[in-house]
């Protein structure tokens, strides 16, 4: 099994440790419900070294990532970012995936932690015979850790870090964190002011444990995959392998917002203009159950008209909000079904409990100061 640089400190913890894509990883360190309060209230440190980092430049790299995403990727300014998506040919997601410009002529691509091995063979296939571009696997050189919280702030302006207290979601910095260069970018899965940190893997244990020491005072606390996947629920955020996949495209998963059909062809821009103009006969929507119970990924969605129970989809994803204190989740039902409003039921181990079609996010914060466009798991 995999492990990244921080598993022995990560063990040393105590933190609970399970199998994640063949990664061992942190589940839950003091509890998810504690966790996700810290990051919603303070700050929470996620290990995601385990996501894909692959870099790609020279004079080709801009049209070869128009060619290979969806969103525009001629729209960033050196240290922006975008949220993206990698189809097939029919318009399956092959990932959902974050753009980084880090220099006129290079980008950096965080793929899910999943994907990586399949991403960086289809990149390569993609980039065969192109002598003006240069494909890097960087997953193992480069650490990522994610820091998020009201809290994130501060406690990186006191760790020195110069420009932090005026850069805007989605931009980044070249910087020196401890003395150590990093890229920081205002990116993040949770919807709360953040950060994440592109660190050299030797130096990861120790700015892990920096963060963790000088963010005390500040309510900091080391967070897992629990809390991550809750946090992302509560902000309709996607995650891979459940809400997304090759079987579903970017329309159907109301991700209309990261496909710009005018910036010219790209892989799967063909059959995403046929299924925008025959309609789609699915979408995902987001609901809210009206008693108290857990909806869970593979639970039944049911029409609660006519017919009584007939089946019409299935959960995606779905869990009780710390913070809500509800059930929610998401899941594919036919448009007729997914006016915001209206009602259906889910099936939960034989009982069926009724919900309510719900705009994005679930977790509504005032001045929250962060875009909804999500990094990955």
Known sequence: MKRTPLYDAQAASGAKLVDFFGWELPIQYSGVVNECHAVRSAAGLFDICHMGRITVSGQGALAFIQHVATNNAAKLSVLQSQYSMVCNAQGGIKDDIFVYRTKAEEFLLCVNASNREKMVAWLQEQAAGLTDVELKDRSLEWAQLA??????????????????????????????????????????????LGYELYVPADSAVWIWNELLARGKSAGIKPAGLGARDLLRLEMGYLLYGNDISETTSPLEAGMEWVVDFEKGDFTGRDALLRQKGEG??????????????????????????????????????????????????????????????????????????????????????????????????
Do not use: W
């Open 147 to 192: 820091l998020q919280g009201p809290a994130s702030r501060s406690i990186l302006s006191e760790m020195g870090v110069i420009g932090i207290d005026s850069l805007k979601p989605r931009q980044g910095l070249d910087t020196s964190l401890l003395g150590v260069r990093s890229l920081i970018t205002r990116t993040g899965y949770t919807g709360e």
């Open 280 to 377: 789609i006969e699915r979408r995902l929507v987001a609901f809210e159950l009206l008693q108290k119970a857990v909806p869970r990924h593979g639970c039944k969605i049911v029409s609660n008209g006519e017919p009584q129970g007939k089946e019409i989809g299935e959960v995606t994803s779905g869990n009780l909000s710390s913070i809500l204190q509800k059930g929610i989740g998401l899941g594919y039902v036919p448009p007729v079904h997914a006016t915001v409003g209206g009602s259906f039921a889910i099936d939960i181990r034989g009982r069926t409990v009724p919900a309510v079609v719900v705009t994005l996010p679930f977790y509504k914060k005032q001045a929250r100061g962060e875009s909804p466009s999500p990094t990955l798991l």
